[in-house]
């Protein structure tokens, strides 16, 4: 989640999950919806992300994952 990834495919598919996550919350106001789009994000990292060691990748991901957990979480108290 911290790396520049440089495929322009795989830079399309993750602009692509950002923004169907953003409109879908948008119209929905769920915040499951973000969530989701962080997971789904989380996921997709494994995917395109350079051959670095799956540990350090693991390790990395998961850091970032709950990183976007807390500022998702701090933005929905923020509101409610």
Do not use: C, H, W
Not at 24 to 46: H, Q, R, W
Not at 66 to 78: C, E, H, T
């Amino acid at each position: 989640m911290f790396e520049t990834i440089t495929d322009r495919k795989a830079n399309m598919v993750i602009s692509m999950i950002v923004i169907i996550g953003t409109i879908i919350f948008a119209v929905s106001e769920s915040f499951i919806v973000l969530y989701l789009t962080v997971f789904a994000l989380y996921v997709a990292t494994f995917k395109y992300s350079s051959e670095i060691s799956l540990p350090k990748k693991i390790i990395v991901n998961t850091i970032g994952l709950l990183l976007l957990i807390a500022l998702v979480y701090a933005v929905q108290i923020l509101i409610y």
